[in-house]
């Protein structure tokens, strides 16, 4: 989205003090009733505020506020306030200004705006003098609050608004900076909330504080996931925090998104896009973990007149007096792509949108809103400010028709002139024209003569005796204007990305003299698609060097350099030259094996095959995950076909290119755990678990191969079939029952570095969970619950050192309940999302390889009541990427209602094959017993002690599992091989006897 330029050959108000008009535009369509009006012209006044008198205060982006009187017509208006060294490049500026909720007595407002260094919030104070337009501002009054730590990546999508929220601290929106990853960056400011006090300290409960002042995760984050913030509002009487974010350039399937802000939220950009649930996104936006907005709209909109372009500009909540009730509480907003002014109606609870209504149909490329004292609102767009009011009594006259022609040519220039216009009362209107040369008329329409060559600007003021309309103005160029030629390149020149493109320019006045280079400025525009981002601004000279980048806003669909040089002779007449440049494209094709899979591509997900068209020489980043799902089955990547690494940067080469992501298939995804590197210690109650006929847990068998296996403690817990999504649990009393060990093999000891999970269900509190190490302090270790309120902790056997968080973990339901240890650092996590960042100094590790234990407190004290579906330790600390996905291999075998198992194949066997067994009574050959059962059903199978097939005797040795009984809930079939015999031989052989009392698997 463009922060905006004035079109090529557009004269925009630059003078410190301007005389601005006023215009009625009956075509924007606005209901019956309303008014608008154009207030000013100004170029980019991206952002605007009151103050309590009814002055307007106009922030641009080249860094001037002007402090405007809004009780004439046409409004007049001087410099408030010059901010030195504003950074204008691409989208960067001054972006937001804000005024302290208690001005009236601090006299301060706020600034978001770029310097040579980076974005910052800065505190400047109003001095009132004599008051009115005599009011200014010092650029020495400035006080810095924040400074985004990152830095500038590039030119575009740095947010940003400004918002004072019911704890009277700012809330600010950010973009990411067009790199996607940012905004999932927890150590990074782009695509975030950021919250901050006034003063510029930072609250405490910020979720960036919770790894303390200084950690790893930036500060001053409230909330996360945002493309580009572009606008937020705080409706304080509801305490609804609105933020509007730009959808993404993929018109096929991009969003743009309202969402309402909530501490702690994730809004899922690069991975989302819409509500969460979105079939788009449908392999990588999690609706555990991201919020859906409020309100979204596709670009995919044939009746627009802009295509499939759009890009959503946050409003207000309406809560002023002036206009009809039916509008109170309504939420305007805008669209700068599509050109129209809509607004949102909500449910009684203020929590659903009910109706969306339009409002003004065509309003320019609006950018900002906000509301006045008197109840009415001003917007902006690139090049006006307008202002939009209810009107009761008098209407204004309305303009209809303007004409003035010629608006250029040599002197004596003869200039026709016409209006036509009604008052919506019936009442006689009087005309008043001025022609910028002393010249005035009184008439519907005439002709005027410019004879002195130069720019004028022509004016219409209408009145019905008490109320005045004035229309836009008019820009006359008498004379002959400079003749101006860009002479390189040429129109026809391809750029590559990394390319330094050279601008050369020539002009000539009306009679043949060069003009100086101090006379001509370049603007150049890069081109997308029907909409703009601004590049380079206001450089002066002949020539112009445009460096092409190799990252950042890439040269997908229609993407190009539109520069503009503009020349001034001596008479103040203006002449303009523009070129558009394409860059030379091939295409690329993002492949994977099997096909079908999520790659990324400059951290955008992209399901293969991904064909996109981008500049030679650019340079991309490409990433794989390690594991991935596609159907039921689980693949692990391997290499790219062309490079090791997951991931890594391509640059584009001079021909159509695909890159082959491979994978290889490692199981089921809903059964098999992704991350098998570094595994110590894994139970899962679906697998491995030993019962007698009671279901009572004799043993749960650890499948890590460290043979850490479980017994009962106390007394055994039951085994739970279909306890969560199909799959078997174990079930702990609270009072007696307990699964452990005395001694652990392979596990981390001291301060070595683990991970530890635990699916578990805590129905009671009491200072245990699962946990292994000694009884001296701080030799214990693992995730638990304490008897404080049902509070997560981290137990260490110790009461000065135990690690208590202020997260529930009592009557949570079923959680994802994990530890890592990472060097000095210990995290904490809930779900997979870090609620505690401790360092040595609040938890002293010495753990031991000695006693395990699951359902108790480590020294036995204490009983938990609580289910666990599975944990697993791994002798290493996972990095951000693998506890993600670890995280996702949880929530899809458990949480993910379309993973549920229904149903179970069981296949069995003998060794050697097709011996006769007897299963729920009835003989069968093992191998032709295979059936289909729901999960927890019981089957009884027994083997004869002895039976004769073909001659040969056999003899029972036992099950393969050494089970006594197992429920077997596996989601797919599978091949059990239930019992092995030993082969006698004999002459002779009889009837086989009964079946044996053996132990019976079911």
């Not at 170029?43 to 605007?48: A, E, K, N, R």
């Not at 802009?306 to 509008?327: C, H, K, L, M, W």
Request: proline share 5%; charged share 20%.
């Amino acid at each position: 989205m463009s922060s905006g330029l004035c079109s090529s050959g557009l004269v925009c108000a630059t003078a410190a003090v301007a005389l601005l008009l006023a215009f009625m535009t009956p075509a924007s369509a606005i209901p019956s009733g309303f008014e608008e009006e154009t207030i000013m012209n100004i170029d980019q006044g991206i952002s605007t505020v009151f103050l309590p008198d009814g002055r307007m205060l106009v922030a641009r982006r080249v860094g001037y506020i002007t402090i405007v009187d809004m009780t004439q017509r046409p409004v007049t208006s001087q410099l408030y306030l010059s901010i030195p060294m504003v950074d204008v490049y691409g989208e960067r500026g001054l972006m937001s200004i804000v005024l302290d909720p208690e001005f009236e007595t601090t006299k301060h407002f706020y600034a978001y705006y770029s310097d040579q260094k980076s974005f910052k919030i800065s505190r400047f104070t109003h001095v009132e003098a004599t008051g009115g337009l005599d009011s200014f501002s010092l650029a020495s009054s400035e006080v810095e609050l924040w400074r985004d730590p990152d830095g500038y990546w590039g030119p575009y999508h740095y947010g940003g608004d400004m918002s004072f929220g019911p704890d009277g601290q700012i809330y600010l929106t950010t973009g990411d900076k067009y790199y996607p990853y940012t905004a999932q960056k927890e150590n990074m400011a782009a695509g975030k909330v950021i919250r901050i006090r006034k003063d510029g300290s930072i609250d405490p409960t910020n979720w960036g504080m919770d790894d303390g002042p200084g950690g790893a995760m930036h500060d001053g984050i409230w909330a996360m996931g945002l493309r580009n913030g572009y606008r937020c509002h705080w409706d304080l009487e509801t305490e609804r925090f609105f933020i509007s974010e730009v959808g993404g350039n993929n018109q096929d399937i991009a969003m743009e998104d309202l969402h309402l802000g909530r501490a702690r939220a994730n809004y899922g950009w690069a991975f989302c896009e819409g509500m969460c649930d979105n079939p788009d996104y449908k392999k990588t936006c999690d609706c555990s973990k991201h919020d859906s907005p409020i309100y979204t709209y596709t670009h995919s909109d044939s009746s627009q007149p802009t295509g499939d372009n759009a890009a959503i500009v946050g409003g207000f909540v309406y809560r002023g007096s002036q206009f009809p009730e039916t509008y109170k509480g309504v939420y305007f907003f805008g669209d700068y792509s599509r050109q129209w002014i809509r607004f949102l109606r909500f449910n009684a609870a203020q929590t659903e949108v009910i109706s969306v209504e339009n409002f003004i149909d065509f309003s320019g490329p609006v950018i900002n809103f906000e509301p006045a004292p008197d109840g009415s609102f001003v917007y902006s767009t690139m090049t006006q400010i307008k202002r939009v009011f209810y009107q009761t009594g008098n209407k204004i006259p309305v303009i209809s028709q303007l004409s003035v022609f010629p608006k250029s040519g040599a002197v004596p220039l003869k200039v026709q002139f016409s209006a036509q216009a009604y008052d919506p009362e019936g009442s006689a209107l009087s005309y008043q024209w001025s022609f910028g040369d002393g010249a005035v008329a009184h008439s519907t329409g005439g002709q005027h003569t410019f004879t002195e060559s130069g720019t004028y600007v022509v004016r219409l003021h209408v009145n019905d005796g008490q109320a005045s309309a004035f229309s836009e103005d008019v820009i006359i160029s008498a004379g002959t204007p400079p003749t101006v030629h860009i002479t390189s390149p040429s129109s026809t020149h391809m750029f590559k990305a990394g390319e330094t493109v050279h601008f050369t320019s020539v002009a000539t006045d009306s009679v043949g003299n060069s003009i100086p280079s101090s006379a001509f400025k370049w603007r150049c525009l890069l081109v997308h698609d029907d909409h703009t981002h601004p590049s380079i601004d206001q450089h002066v000279g002949k020539t112009l060097d445009l460096e092409v980048p190799t990252t950042g806003h890439g040269f997908m669909s229609d993407v190009g350099y539109e520069c503009t040089v503009q020349v001034t002779d001596s008479k103040g007449l203006i002449g303009t030259d523009t070129i558009l440049i394409w860059p030379d494209e091939v295409y690329v094709t993002l492949k994977s094996e099997p096909t079908g899979l999520i790659l990324f591509a400059d951290g955008l997900p992209a399901t293969t095959p991904y064909k996109f068209d981008t500049a030679k020489n650019f340079v991309h980043e490409l990433s794989a995950g390690e594991t991935q799902c596609l159907g039921d089955g689980l693949y692990k990547f391997d290499s790219w076909k062309h490079e090791s690494a997951a991931q890594h940067l391509i640059t584009v080469p001079n021909k159509d290119t695909s890159f082959i992501a491979m994978y290889k298939y490692v199981g089921s995804c809903t059964t098999t755990i992704p991350l098998l590197n570094g595994i110590v210690m894994h139970l899962d109650a679906t697998d491995g678990i030993v019962t007698d006929m009671n279901y009572n847990v004799l043993e749960w068998k650890d499948s890590s191969g460290s043979a850490n296996h479980l017994t009962p403690t106390l007394s055994a817990p039951k085994l739970k079939a279909n306890g969560l999504n199909g799959h078997s649990v174990v079930s702990f009393d609270g009072s007696t029952q307990g699964l452990g060990r005395d001694t652990a093999f392979n596990l981390p000891k001291g301060d070595a570095p683990r991970s530890m999970f635990i699916v578990v269900k805590y129905e009671s509190a009491g200072w245990g969970g699962f946990t292994y190490g000694g009884s001296a302090c701080g030799s214990a270790f693992g995730p638990a619950i304490s008897a404080i309120e049902g509070n997560l902790y981290i137990e260490n056997f110790c009461a000065v050192s135990t690690a208590g968080s202020l997260h529930k973990g009592l009557d949570e339901g079923w959680i994802v309940h994990g530890v890592v240890v990472d060097g000095a650092t210990t995290y904490h996590l809930k779900n997979g999302k870090v609620i505690e960042e401790l360092s040595t100094g609040h938890l002293t590790l010495h753990t031991s390889n000695e006693l395990i234990r699951l359902g108790t407190e480590h020294n036995l004290g204490k009983r938990i009541k609580m289910q666990v579906a599975e944990t697993v330790i791994y002798d290493r600390a996972l990095d951000e990427a693998e506890l993600e996905l670890i995280h996702s291999y949880f929530t899809r075998r458990y949480f993910d209602e379309s993973t549920q198992i229904s149903s179970v194949a069981i296949m069995f066997e003998t060794v050697p094959p097709r011996l006769p067994i007897v299963i729920n009574g009835e003989e069968k050959i093992a191998e032709d017993a295979a059936m289909e059962v729901v999960p927890g059903t019981s089957i009884e199978v027994h083997a004869f002690t002895t039976v004769c097939v073909n001659g040969i005797k056999y003899q029972f040795t036992g099950w393969s599992s050494g089970a006594s009984r197992i429920h077997l809930l596996i989601a797919h079939g599978s091949s059990i091989n239930l019992s092995a015999f030993y082969a006698t031989t004999y002459t002779s052989c009889g009837s086989n006897p009964s079946p044996s009392p053996s132990p019976s698997p079911s």
